[in-house]
């Protein structure tokens, strides 16, 4: 209680932001008292004052020591039980700041208890963080965590996590992109890191979320996760969520899986939009321009023609991607570039709305925007705190929408994103490289950690196709070696008379050899041998298991050998080189500035098949222009 003349005030100990201080003059003394958010200054002659500083001190830190005791082991609790994320480290600082205030700007007088001046001693020492001290506390504890739980890490998958394996699982950061290179053990990492969040009693299972590409993909992470874990493809997500906000299954199109029942509908629209006036004209134009073929008959003819398929195939794959740029709210854009074949397309994609309209049918397009829709809109509460993607590089934008609202409904959400921007080859499709590339820039401050050891194919054969696939500057740069052992694992045989014939003379040597397996890879199908001649080989080379698959196809597969065939330059040669579909072209994310980049990550992928040995055949004329870069 302080005095002024007939003036009383008062002010709880409680309330002081820091020791009240005499601040002594010539005639005067003045007592500064600190409030929150404001400064109180009382001046008294030196004989009204009964109290010293150390006396203000003493009364001070009584009622507040345990304060900063109780913060300051928060922090350390903190720090010592979870990974310090950026949004932990946020915490913290805020945290420091408010502590720093009102603790580190008066010099204790007193001696004070081993307690408090432990926690002074801490607080100092967090207030004066740097970048570099940050990075090593985070190093400390990622090896402090790998030593802590070396038994779950060494019994968690059939084999004992790698080093850099056991990091991913360990780092914990609010956005986090693990680059996994062919054959680095990815799947081992998502599941042993699903499984890590539950053992370290962080979360429960049912709270974390594992998204993959495709069917197969989400099968096996269920299988090898559990059942507990939410293992799905993005589809079955946004089935999921429609299910839970509108109380029954949506149906699926028959249009949806059925490739020939979707060419017919498409087939039937034109033929009925090409009576009405001026759609033959707006058709024609966009066969020539979008499809680079011209008409040889009247319109409703050459719709029924074989000429025309290509057409038809093309406008069918446009459906969905037309559907996707719309849900991103695109379409103005679109329109300003390629405005009369927008026109042609518009039409066919209404009367394809009103087709799943009275089938009381949705798509797959529809499955992801209405989820995104819900979840924005509040009508979805988002149960998972661990999201985790697989394939992170085959990601579209309007998934990656997805996503943004699945971790925008609550502040604390985490983002694992797994995936290899060496192996993006599905643009086609709608795939964005940037997202993994520049995936800062889209999903905000993030960590990015690489698996550094292959075990699928020998190191010359990663020598050779890391060189190659790096020539692309814009490809994030990697370290991996290879565990596996092996001598002269990549062979460039030159074609004499028929590729097949130099195929199977391969072929035979191996089958003398005993049992392996066999991949036969080609840019295309019709590079390939046929299935009757595949028929023919299996059974010659009883001892081999022979399989044909395109480049595309060859993703995520492997044998103990494989054979790239049509290597050669031109006409369905590789790389391919098509012209331009300019619709399909704008409406797909931005085309890379680097000549075939996607042509050069195709050929990386055919590379990095093998276990034990690849052989190139090179034709001996007009060769694929990617063969002059390999050193072999």
Same mark, same amino acid.
């Given at each position: 209680?302080?005095?002024? *003349?007939?003036?009383?005030?008062?002010? @709880?100990?409680?309330?002081?932001? #820091?020791?009240?201080?005499?601040?002594? =003059?010539?005639?005067?003394?003045?007592?500064?008292?600190?409030?929150?958010?404001?400064?109180?200054?009382?001046?008294?002659?030196? @004989?009204?004052?009964?109290?010293?500083?150390?006396? /203000?001190?003493?009364?001070?830190?009584?009622?507040?020591?345990?304060?900063?005791?109780?913060?300051?082991?928060?922090? &350390?609790?903190?720090?010592?039980?979870?990974?310090?994320?950026?949004?932990?480290?946020?915490?913290?600082?805020?945290?420091?700041?408010?502590?720093?205030?009102?603790? %580190?700007?008066?010099?204790?007088?007193?001696?004070?208890?081993?307690?408090? @001046?432990?926690?002074?001693?801490?607080?100092?020492?967090?207030?004066?963080?740097?970048?570099?001290?940050?990075? &090593?506390?985070?190093?400390?504890?990622?090896?402090?965590?790998?030593?802590?739980?070396?038994? /779950? +890490?060494?019994?968690?998958?059939?084999?004992?996590?790698?080093?850099?394996?056991?990091?991913?699982?360990?780092?914990?950061?609010?956005?986090?992109?693990?680059?996994?290179?062919?054959?680095?053990?990815?799947?081992?990492?998502?599941?042993?890191?699903?499984?890590?969040?539950?053992? #370290?009693?962080?979360?429960?299972?049912?709270?974390?979320?594992?998204?993959?590409?495709?069917?197969?993909?989400?099968?096996?992470?269920?299988?090898?996760?559990?059942?507990?874990?939410?293992?799905?493809? /993005?589809?079955? !997500?946004?089935?999921?969520?429609?299910?839970?906000?509108?109380?029954?299954?949506?149906?699926?199109?028959?249009?949806?899986?059925?490739?020939?029942?979707?060419?017919?509908?498409?087939?039937?629209?034109?033929?009925?939009?090409?009576?009405?006036?001026?759609?033959?004209?707006?058709? &024609?134009?966009?066969?020539?321009?979008?499809?680079?073929?011209?008409?040889?008959?009247?319109?409703?003819?050459?719709?029924?023609?074989?000429?025309?398929?290509?057409?038809?195939?093309?406008?069918?794959?446009?459906?969905?991607?037309?559907?996707?740029?719309?849900?991103?709210?695109?379409?103005?854009?679109?329109?300003?570039?390629?405005?009369?074949?927008?026109?042609?397309?518009?039409?066919?994609?209404?009367?394809?709305?009103?087709?799943?309209?009275?089938?009381? @049918?949705?798509?797959?397009?529809?499955?992801?925007?209405?989820?995104? =829709?819900?979840?924005?809109?509040?009508?979805?509460?988002?149960?998972?705190?661990?999201?985790?993607?697989?394939?992170?590089?085959?990601?579209?934008?309007?998934?990656?929408?997805?996503?943004?609202?699945?971790?925008?409904?609550?502040?604390?959400?985490?983002?694992?994103?797994?995936?290899?921007?060496?192996?993006?080859?599905?643009?086609?499709? =709608?795939?964005?490289?940037?997202?993994?590339?520049?995936?800062?820039?889209?999903?905000?401050?993030?960590?990015?950690?690489?698996?550094?050891?292959?075990?699928?194919?020998?190191?010359?054969?990663?020598?050779?196709?890391?060189?190659?696939?790096?020539?692309?500057?814009?490809?994030?740069?990697?370290?991996?070696?290879?565990?596996?052992?092996?001598?002269?694992?990549?062979?460039?045989? &030159?074609?004499?008379?028929?590729?097949?014939?130099?195929?199977?003379?391969?072929?035979?040597?191996?089958?003398?050899? *005993?049992?392996?397996?066999? !991949?036969?890879?080609?840019? +295309?199908?019709?590079?390939?041998?046929?299935?009757?001649?595949?028929?023919? %080989?299996?059974?010659?080379?009883?001892? %081999?298991?022979?399989?044909?698959?395109? /480049?595309?196809?060859?993703?995520?597969?492997?044998?103990?050998?494989?054979?790239?065939?049509?290597?050669?330059?031109?006409?369905?040669?590789?790389?391919?080189?098509?012209?331009?579909?300019?619709?399909?072209?704008?409406?797909?994310?931005?085309?890379?500035?680097?000549?075939?980049?996607?042509?050069?990550?195709?050929?990386?992928?055919?590379?990095?098949?093998?276990?034990?040995?690849?052989?190139?055949?090179?034709?001996?004329?007009?060769?694929?222009?990617?063969?002059?870069?390999?050193?072999?």
């Amino acid at each position: 209680m302080l005095f002024k *003349g007939t003036a009383r005030s008062e002010i @709880a100990w409680q309330d002081m932001q #820091c020791p009240p201080r005499l601040i002594k =003059g010539i005639i005067f003394t003045q007592l500064q008292i600190k409030l929150e958010g404001q400064e109180a200054q009382l001046s008294f002659t030196l @004989a009204h004052s009964e109290y010293t500083n150390e006396d /203000f001190q003493r009364h001070w830190l009584n009622q507040h020591h345990h304060q900063l005791i109780r913060a300051v082991g928060k922090i &350390e609790a903190l720090l010592k039980n979870h990974y310090l994320s950026r949004s932990n480290l946020d915490v913290l600082r805020q945290t420091v700041t408010v502590l720093e205030q009102q603790w %580190l700007g008066w010099q204790p007088q007193i001696t004070l208890s081993p307690e408090l @001046a432990q926690a002074l001693y801490t607080l100092k020492e967090l207030q004066q963080w740097q970048e570099q001290d940050i990075a &090593e506390f985070r190093a400390k504890f990622i090896d402090y965590y790998a030593s802590k739980h070396q038994y /779950f +890490f060494d019994n968690v998958e059939r084999q004992p996590l790698t080093v850099a394996q056991r990091q991913a699982c360990i780092i914990c950061d609010d956005r986090h992109l693990l680059l996994a290179g062919a054959g680095t053990g990815k799947t081992s990492v998502m599941v042993a890191r699903a499984k890590f969040l539950v053992h #370290c009693g962080d979360v429960l299972p049912q709270q974390i979320l594992l998204l993959a590409y495709g069917n197969e993909a989400a099968k096996e992470l269920k299988q090898r996760a559990g059942e507990t874990f939410g293992c799905m493809t /993005f589809h079955a !997500l946004g089935k999921l969520i429609i299910t839970a906000v509108e109380g029954k299954q949506p149906q699926l199109s028959t249009l949806t899986n059925d490739a020939k029942k979707r060419f017919k509908f498409v087939h039937d629209t034109l033929q009925a939009l090409c009576f009405q006036p001026g759609y033959k004209l707006l058709f &024609e134009r966009f066969c020539v321009k979008e499809c680079n073929i011209q008409p040889s008959a009247e319109m409703v003819e050459f719709i029924n023609s074989s000429g025309c398929k290509p057409v038809i195939t093309h406008i069918a794959s446009l459906l969905s991607t037309y559907k996707s740029v719309a849900a991103l709210g695109q379409l103005k854009a679109i329109a300003l570039q390629q405005s009369e074949l927008l026109k042609c397309l518009t039409p066919i994609v209404e009367e394809y709305q009103s087709y799943l309209s009275n089938e009381g @049918a949705i798509d797959f397009d529809d499955m992801i925007a209405k989820a995104i =829709g819900y979840i924005e809109a509040g009508a979805f509460s988002v149960p998972w705190l661990h999201v985790m993607v697989d394939e992170f590089q085959d990601l579209s934008p309007i998934r990656a929408r997805l996503l943004k609202a699945l971790l925008g409904a609550r502040s604390k959400r985490y983002l694992f994103a797994v995936g290899d921007d060496w192996q993006s080859i599905y643009r086609f499709s =709608g795939a964005d490289i940037t997202l993994t590339t520049n995936f800062h820039e889209h999903f905000g401050c993030s960590t990015v950690t690489a698996l550094d050891q292959t075990f699928r194919y020998p190191q010359d054969i990663l020598d050779i196709s890391s060189t190659f696939i790096c020539a692309n500057p814009n490809q994030l740069t990697k370290y991996v070696q290879s565990a596996c052992d092996s001598e002269q694992s990549t062979q460039l045989i &030159e074609i004499v008379d028929s590729e097949f014939d130099a195929v199977e003379k391969v072929l035979a040597e191996l089958n003398a050899q *005993g049992e392996a397996s066999v !991949l036969l890879l080609a840019r +295309f199908h019709k590079m390939l041998p046929s299935r009757e001649r595949l028929s023919g %080989l299996q059974g010659k080379f009883s001892a %081999l298991k022979i399989r044909t698959m395109t /480049f595309h196809a060859a993703k995520g597969k492997e044998a103990d050998y494989a054979m790239i065939m049509g290597l050669y330059e031109g006409h369905n040669g590789f790389p391919a080189s098509r012209p331009v579909q300019p619709l399909m072209d704008a409406m797909l994310p931005t085309r890379e500035t680097f000549p075939l980049a996607e042509e050069r990550r195709l050929f990386y992928v055919a590379l990095t098949r093998a276990k034990r040995q690849i052989f190139i055949f090179k034709p001996r004329e007009n060769a694929c222009r990617f063969l002059a870069e390999l050193e072999i």
